[in-house]
């Protein structure tokens, strides 16, 4: 079993749905939590980052942490095709230096 | 320049044959480390720097692949007699500093088939 599982996907939605993406870690060491972005040929992108469990938000993004049940989630809302890219979700542990471990990454696919 | 540089952004290489990619870091960045990201999967933690120190190499797969930072700022990742399994996306990241709130930038990676 991996440390963070995340479903690969790919996930199709209209422009302006709410789109919910979820990873599950079994690791109940890792202290931080960050959403990246990936668009297609290109590096990872920090989207957002907490370390707490609750939620944050930014704009149309809220991070969404529960450490209880080892279960984070990246909301969109009003998605614009723009937001069509892979989504992935990494932790790191505190203490140290920031070797993220991430998940298999999901593929997002905002339709006009 | 403004963010990292990774090169070549792709290579072939014949099974066996030997490939150096290259990382340039966002100037003054302490902190530098390599993933790799096969594809349809989320990148691998390979190996750490801090500064010209290699701290963590955990990651590497096998004593084929070896990094290095001479100098504390670029960085090569060599990986020997390559195997068609080393086919990816070498990742290269660096930070300010290496802990684990600072945020990590990453390069738009190299592109490896081995043939």
């Known amino acids: 079993q991996k440390e963070v599982e995340q479903d690969p996907g790919p996930l199709s939605v209209p422009e302006g749905a709410i789109v919910s993406l979820n990873c599950t870690y079994s690791n109940s060491a890792f202290q931080y939590f960050m959403w990246y972005r990936q668009y297609s040929r290109k590096g990872p992108e920090l989207l957002m980052y907490t370390y707490s469990s609750g939620n944050k938000e930014d704009g149309r993004f809220t991070a969404q942490v529960d450490k209880s049940s080892k279960y984070i989630s990246l909301f969109i809302r009003d998605s614009q095709p723009s937001d069509s890219a892979t989504y992935l979700c990494?932790?790191?542990?505190?203490?140290?230096?920031?070797?993220?471990?991430f998940g298999a990454g999901t593929r997002l696919a905002v339709h006009p | 320049g403004a963010g990292v540089s990774q090169s070549p952004r792709y290579k072939v290489a014949k099974r066996g044959q030997d490939v150096a990619l290259r990382c340039d870091p966002i100037?003054?960045?302490?902190?530098l480390f390599w993933y790799q990201q096969a594809l349809g999967q989320g990148p691998e933690f390979l190996t750490y720097f801090q500064n010209e120190a290699q701290l963590d190499k955990s990651g590497l797969p096998s004593d084929r692949f070896f990094a290095e930072r001479p100098e504390g700022s670029v960085s090569t990742l060599k990986i020997q007699r390559t195997q068609q399994e080393d086919s990816a996306v070498y990742l290269c990241?660096?930070?300010?500093?290496?802990?684990?709130?600072?945020?990590?930038?990453f390069g738009q990676g190299t592109r490896l088939t081995v043939v």
């Open positions: 990241a660096s930070s300010l500093v290496g802990t684990v709130n600072t945020e990590a930038f």
């Open positions: 990494a932790m790191g542990f505190s203490g140290g230096y920031n070797k993220l471990i």
């Open positions: 100037s003054g960045h302490v902190s």
